[in-house]
């Protein structure tokens, strides 16, 4: 690799020169105006003033954001799994809304999901202590995926049947036309949401739907609980704290020690 490939990943993906901290820093303000610029539009009395000047700005910054896209991609090793990676695929979604808004009216909004990008700014600043705490709740969250599942599926047949049988105890007479609108009023009562769109009007049809409301209490706390206690378990082992901004050419992991020379996932030297 060359001193200038090497030199220009150690900016973009890196905070711990005052290069990749500026270049960081520059990034992370256009992301905010971005996202500030497309929730502006979005408001008719200010759209009809400024439009010219939000169109002019948006497109600059997706000018700017694509040359970034592209740098990311020149400098890693394996574009592939950059592309593939979560940060890859919210830096390339958040240049797609634009392009897009060429063919598709009204797609230029999606551009929100630059926000997305923010998340970079507690490796940036060093936040250990917020980096440390969102990877317990990462692998809370994938060490409780199985458990989840099989909650929701449970979830899934619990609604489905209610709502068949409403469908057959209360009828398109009181606004249960068929399966899927009865599995939806299903949902929307166990979620206690409760829009009364619909509404059973049998004894029958009140009293499965208020079994369903107790149910739905019931079940709002078990993966909150199971996350809960994923949490705790890797908060005990995941107590040590990561102040460099090191980030693997090769593969992209980012969690390194200190002291580390060699990244721990792929074995690739660390610049």
Not at 180 to 203: E, F, L, M, N, R
Not at 240 to 256: G, L, P
Request: charge should be positive; include cysteine.
């Amino acid at each position: 690799m060359n001193a200038f490939r090497k030199k220009l990943y150690e900016i973009i993906f890196e905070a711990d020169t005052k290069a990749g901290k500026i270049f960081d820093i520059i990034l992370l303000i256009s992301i905010l105006v971005s996202v500030v610029v497309v929730i502006l539009d979005s408001v008719k009395a200010i759209h009809a003033n400024f439009s010219e000047l939000f169109y002019l700005l948006e497109w600059f910054l997706t000018v700017l954001f694509s040359t970034e896209y592209i740098l990311r991609l020149y400098t890693v090793n394996k574009p592939l799994r950059y592309i593939f990676s979560f940060y890859g695929l919210v830096d390339l979604l958040s240049v797609l809304p634009s392009y897009l808004s060429m063919i598709f009216i009204g797609s230029h909004y999606l551009s929100v999901i630059r926000v997305f990008r923010l998340l970079r700014i507690f490796r940036v600043l060093k936040l250990a202590r917020y980096v440390s705490a969102a990877n317990v709740l990462s692998d809370a969250l994938k060490s409780s995926k199985a458990k989840i599942v099989v909650f929701f599926e449970l979830v899934a047949l619990i609604v489905i049947i209610i709502g068949s049988i409403m469908y057959l105890v209360e009828g398109s007479e009181n606004g249960f036309d068929n399966i899927p609108k009865s599995i939806y009023w299903a949902i929307v009562t166990i979620t206690t949401v409760g829009y009364g769109d619909i509404a059973p009007q049998t004894i029958i049809g009140q009293v499965f739907a208020s079994l369903l409301m107790l149910t739905g209490y019931a079940i709002i706390a078990v993966p909150t609980g199971i996350v809960t206690v994923e949490a705790r378990k890797n908060s005990k082992t995941n107590v040590k704290k990561i102040s460099n901004t090191q980030v693997c050419q090769n593969c992209q992991y980012y969690q390194h020690d200190d002291d580390a020379k060699y990244c721990k996932l792929c074995g690739y030297k660390l610049q």
